[in-house]
């Protein structure tokens, strides 16, 4: 009778922990649980048991997960795993079987990553896009060197609703390719052509609609990388301000045809939030000024190894620019009495990287500390005429979190005391 009463009461006991088993949950529950694991888990979980894969075969679970793929041999589970899945954001890491058999497994593809693709050509692209994939909003072509102007005209015609386009490393895409570009993608919203050496003032005349007669042109661009593009010229610069009026992003890094006057145009992009002047080596003291000038509302600007920018950028950058966020100076020619004339104004500014700054001495660190207050990074790599005692005020700062010395990083937990 003892042992039957004990048996007894322990029941409840156990079933109250049955109940709180994992087993127990609803799959819509599994389904949020398993969304917060990365995608290697995920997979994992699938295997448990049949109650958790289907939990795991949620969509809601992959919800804007992206599939990377070796192409290599035919699976023929693989894409309907993927869609049932709802994946529908793929990056190829190798191929070696055709393009098309992913177009045709994933026919509502919403993201096509390619990059490094080095054996994709302009005939296996083709065969791929041979009819319309209104579902396609991102493709990254970027280094597939074998692609030139004859693939982009396929994308200009099958791929009107594409909205972001990196080419990047694609040296053979020449100004007709930016034609093609202007005359089928007028949903564009970002255009990545680092490096493209053939591109000139032409092609960016076809993008900013400047040959209405042939193109339209992109004119729903937000973003527009355009770095190491050596042939672009202050030209470029016009065709952009008065053709590209929604645009909040521009690189022209290592553009080393572009000079002061270019910045002229520039200055009246009132969208204009982020621009990127990295080793523009015309840009000078005159360029900076004819931008402070302007009605630019800038939160990011980056002018490093621009070695004709001195203290005399850091005045008008205190008069017109000052609600950057972000200021990179890199390796430019400042001084102490140049953050002097700067600092007071910067109420906004929190980042600033100052690395190879070299007169930059423990007084302007500061001044740097008296007054950018919200900085939450700084960067003051080969600054070698700082010490520990300009080290120590910076690290006062009540939003520091980052603090670069060379190849390793002071944060919160190492600041100097």
Known sequence: MKATSAAKSSLPAAMFEMERHISCLFPEILAIIFSYLDVKDKGRVAQVCAAWRDASYHKSVWRGVEAKLHLRRANPSLFPSLQTRGIKKVQILSLRRSLSYVIQGMPHIESLNLCGCFNLTDN????AFVQDIPSLRVLNLSLCKQIT???????????????????????????TGLLLIAWGLHRLKSL????????????????SGMTRSAAEGCLSLEKLTLQDCQKLTDLSLKHVS???????????????????????????????????????????????????????????????????????????????????????????????????????????LKTLNIGQCVRITDKGLELIAD????????????????????????TQLPCLKVLNLGLWQMTESERVR
């Open 242 to 348: 008065k053709g590209l009026n929604k645009l909040t992003v521009l690189n022209l890094s290592f553009c080393g045809g572009i000079s002061d006057a270019g910045m002229i145009h520039l200055s009246h992009m009132t969208h204009l939030c982020s621009l990127n002047l990295r080793s523009c080596d015309n840009i000078s003291d005159t360029g900076i000024m004819h931008l402070a000038m302007g009605s630019l509302r800038l939160s990011g600007l980056d002018v490093s190894f621009c070695d004709k920018i001195g203290d005399q950028s850091l005045a008008y950058i205190a008069q017109g620019l000052y609600q950057l966020k972000s200021l990179s100076l890199c390796s430019c020619h400042i001084s102490d009495d140049g953050i002097n004339r700067m600092v007071r104004q910067m109420h906004e």
């Open 192 to 207: 990545n052509l680092r490096s493209c050496r053939h591109v000139s003032d032409v092609g960016i005349g076809h993008l």
């Open 124 to 127: 296996g692209l083709g065969h």
């Open 371 to 394: 007054h950018l207050t919200q900085l939450t990074g700084i960067d003051l790599y080969g600054c070698t005429r700082i010490t520990k005692r300009g080290l120590e005020r910076i």
């Open 149 to 175: 102007d004859s693939s982009l005209g396929r994308i200009a015609q099958y791929l009107k609703n594409l909205e972001v386009l990196e080419l990047g490393g694609c040296s053979n895409i020449t100004n």
